[in-house]
């Protein structure tokens, strides 16, 4: 089993940035691909990034290439996102989740494992 917490999220200005990380308990951690969704009020949850178990592949979506970066340390069970020039349409809550696959997936119900989330909110 694995438990997700994430943390970071908080206010800020057009253009700012935040890193959100997301600790996990369980101790096979590295076993799992880790991903990002967001989910806006009134809009479904929406892929953001993916990563592999080793942190070598990365997939993000198109909307925050090259704004946002993720990254993982297996030995600390531990998944972050930097989040860069971030917008106003970033604003949502961020999940972290993993997923047992053995590919890199995009979609909610591929990942098993969900935490609680935490707000990100982008002033203009």
């Known amino acids: 089993q694995v438990q997700l917490v994430e943390s970071g999220g908080g206010l800020v200005q057009a253009g700012g940035s935040l890193r959100l990380s997301c600790a996990a308990s369980?101790?096979?951690?590295?076993?799992?691909?880790m991903g990002w969704f967001r989910q806006a009020p009134g809009k479904e949850r929406e892929f953001v990034v993916t990563i592999s178990r080793s942190g070598r592949n990365t997939y993000y979506a198109d909307s925050v290439k090259g704004r946002f970066t993720i990254s993982r340390d297996n030995a600390k069970n531990t998944v972050y996102l930097q989040m860069n020039s971030l917008k106003p349409e970033d604003t949502a809550v961020y999940y972290c989740?993993?997923?047992?696959?053995?590919?890199?997936?995009?979609?909610?119900?591929?990942?098993?494992?969900w935490g609680q989330g935490t707000q990100v909110t982008v002033s203009s």
């Open positions: 989740a993993a997923s047992g696959t053995i590919v890199q997936v995009t979609t909610t119900d591929k990942y098993d494992y």
């Open positions: 369980g101790r096979t951690f590295s076993t799992y691909y």
